[in-house]
């Protein structure tokens, strides 16, 4: 019988861990193709995989097989929307679609979990170059007539995902309208969507991810497992940076090598019982002075550090 992932929790990998994601795909040469990054990923030992961008790892004709001949199964995919935008929801739901399509071309066996749909806001040109400063400035954030529009839009989307089978997660991301802790706490009371932690992002937001599964560990289905550095995201918020130097500046570094108390996170989810996909994501922008294995052999460290952890 094989392992019944469905009711513990599943480790997988992500495309962005070796520089794969939306801002890089297609525009950076020095992104790696999908069949070596999957190649590392069955090499170093994940149950899983996060899509990426899609039509990276695969199509609806090939994407099951890309996934079934390496012994990998679909974590999620993460959808970005236009939630504030009272003109933008229309394409972005066909893009929704899309993606939930591509989940029914790889679906999983039942001893596994179901990938994903990780929604999230897709902020605004000013919010993404304003990481982590909603924190201290409230003025960033959306006045109640936008929270309002954002709620309805997201509960299209929730609506959406749910009628084709899939229980969605909506992604706290830095640099959008969703990013500091009063603002999860505001999504949270304006709709039922479970929420994805990710570490990473919670601590750029302002946040603890321990006292995050202290107080949402209730709504927490689906997590994103970084380490960080503080030193580089205070640098680029005290400095008025923006997203590319959080990713450029290494802020989101090697489990174990950062200063996020990783064993406390693990505890805390134990704790709460949470069963489901952990993403070791560790995002970082593809540069041609890095050796072209670096990102394979990092993510082959942060997966023994886990197993060393049970896991």
Same mark, same amino acid.
């Given at each position: 019988?094989?392992?019944? *992932?469905?009711?513990?929790?599943?480790?997988?990998?992500?495309?962005?861990?070796?520089?794969?994601?939306?801002?890089?795909?297609?525009?950076?040469?020095?992104?790696?193709?999908?069949?070596?990054?999957?190649?590392?990923?069955?090499?170093?030992?994940?149950?899983?995989?996060?899509?990426?961008?899609?039509?990276?790892?695969?199509?609806?004709?090939?994407?099951?097989?890309?996934?079934?001949?390496?012994?990998?199964?679909?974590?999620?995919?993460?959808?970005?929307?236009?939630?504030?935008?009272?003109?933008?929801?229309?394409?972005?739901?066909?893009?929704?679609?899309?993606?939930?399509? *591509?989940?029914?071309?790889?679906?999983?066996?039942?001893?596994?979990?179901?990938?994903?749909?990780?929604?999230?806001?897709?902020?605004?040109?000013?919010?993404?170059?304003?990481?982590?400063?909603?924190?201290?400035?409230?003025?960033?954030?959306?006045?109640?007539?936008?929270?309002?529009?954002?709620?309805?839009?997201?509960?299209?989307?929730?609506?959406?995902?749910?009628?084709?089978?899939?229980?969605?997660?909506?992604?706290?991301?830095?640099?959008?309208?969703?990013?500091?802790?009063?603002?999860?706490?505001?999504?949270?009371?304006?709709?039922?969507?479970?929420?994805? *932690?990710?570490?990473?992002?919670?601590?750029?937001?302002?946040?603890?991810?321990?006292?995050?599964?202290?107080?949402?560990?209730?709504?927490?289905?689906?997590?994103?497992?970084?380490?960080?550095?503080?030193?580089?995201?205070?640098?680029?918020?005290?400095?008025?940076?923006?997203?590319?130097?959080?990713?450029?500046?290494?802020?989101?570094?090697?489990?174990?090598?950062?200063?996020?108390?990783?064993?406390?996170?693990?505890?805390?989810?134990?704790?709460?019982?949470?069963?489901?996909?952990?993403?070791?994501?560790?995002?970082?922008?593809?540069?041609?002075?890095?050796?072209?294995?670096?990102?394979?052999?990092?993510?082959?460290?942060?997966?023994?550090?886990?197993?060393?952890?049970?896991?």
């Amino acid at each position: 019988m094989p392992t019944d *992932l469905s009711k513990s929790i599943a480790v997988a990998s992500a495309p962005v861990s070796f520089g794969a994601f939306e801002v890089t795909v297609g525009v950076d040469p020095n992104v790696p193709d999908a069949v070596s990054v999957l190649d590392a990923v069955q090499r170093d030992g994940y149950d899983g995989i996060d899509l990426g961008p899609i039509g990276y790892l695969g199509t609806r004709d090939d994407l099951r097989e890309h996934l079934r001949s390496r012994g990998l199964y679909l974590s999620g995919g993460y959808m970005p929307l236009p939630l504030s935008d009272p003109a933008g929801m229309e394409p972005a739901v066909a893009e929704l679609t899309t993606l939930l399509d *591509l989940f029914d071309s790889a679906k999983s066996p039942d001893h596994v979990p179901a990938p994903k749909p990780t929604l999230a806001d897709a902020g605004s040109a000013a919010r993404r170059l304003a990481p982590g400063r909603a924190h201290s400035d409230r003025s960033l954030g959306l006045q109640p007539e936008g929270w309002d529009r954002l709620a309805a839009n997201l509960e299209e989307a929730v609506t959406l995902c749910r009628a084709r089978g899939y229980e969605p997660t909506f992604h706290h991301h830095a640099g959008t309208y969703v990013e500091a802790p009063w603002e999860i706490e505001e999504l949270l009371a304006r709709s039922d969507v479970g929420l994805c *932690l990710d570490t990473g992002h919670l601590v750029l937001g302002g946040g603890d991810p321990v006292s995050a599964i202290r107080d949402w560990g209730s709504r927490i289905n689906h997590v994103h497992l970084k380490d960080v550095r503080h030193a580089v995201i205070d640098t680029v918020i005290r400095e008025g940076g923006d997203m590319m130097q959080v990713w450029r500046g290494g802020a989101f570094c090697r489990l174990g090598t950062g200063d996020l108390d990783i064993d406390a996170i693990l505890n805390g989810l134990r704790a709460r019982n949470y069963h489901g996909w952990l993403v070791v994501e560790q995002d970082v922008i593809p540069g041609p002075e890095a050796p072209t294995d670096a990102a394979a052999l990092d993510e082959g460290k942060n997966r023994a550090f886990l197993r060393a952890r049970g896991l």
